[in-house]
């Protein structure tokens, strides 16, 4: 059971818009420590997608974005692509647990 | 270019040792707080131990402590997880992954390394 709750698996059509949801609570996302989001294609290593809840970095299209609100966040992905299909993970600090903590993994399938 | 590679995984048997190494270049590893990251077979990812850039303190899962020493040795550049004790569930791939300083996020992984603890 992860500290951040992730759906398992979201999907959308080439071209469509897609949401991925990360709730947890009042000791990581509701506090002050950032949300981050990596994505992982299958059989590698996760890549850093959004870094403190809406920032991209150099190299990410502009296609993914990331919000934050309360113990909630939210990555979006827009004009999916083939190449999208992958694990996605949300990420931050829980203090708590004095721990990071990731949330399960979303599987994103583009039909 | 920047880059991690880790290297040490293999087929262990329960509560046997093994120890990770991590090989950093392309930056001044010694700047960054370093982590490892585990990915048990099919399931998401646990964070494991982590340690400051100065070496002066190190941090682990509840779920590693007292068993997992992370440490460091910024002249080889190399990050090092030893493992004692294993079990079962230990079995992941291992990954080691540099922390932005102040992005507060993972941006380097290594390309992990496989631990399966089996009898």
Known sequence: QSVLTQPPSVSGAPGQRVTISCTGSSSNIGSSYGV????QLPGTAPKLLIYGNDNRPSGVPDR?????????????ITGLQAGDEAD?????YDSDLLARVFGGGTKLTVL | QVQLVESGGGVVQPGRSLRLSCAASGFTFSNYDMHWVRQPPGKGLEWVAAIWSDGSKE????????????????YKNTLYLQMK?????DTAVY???RLHPNWDAYDIWGQGTRITVSS
């Not at chain 1, 996605?88 to 931050?92: A, G, I, L």
């Not at chain 2, 941090?59 to 910024?74: E, L, Q």
């Open chain 2, 59 to 74: 941090f682990y899962a509840d779920s590693v402590k007292g068993r997992f020493t992370i440490s460091r040795d910024d």
């Open chain 2, 95 to 97: 990954y080691c992954a």
């Open chain 1, 88 to 92: 996605y993970y949300c990420h931050s």
């Open chain 1, 36 to 39: 981050h989001w990596y994505q």
């Open chain 2, 85 to 89: 004790s294993l079990r079962v569930e």
């Open chain 1, 64 to 76: 993914f974005s990331g919000s934050k609100s309360g113990t909630s966040a939210s990555l979006a």
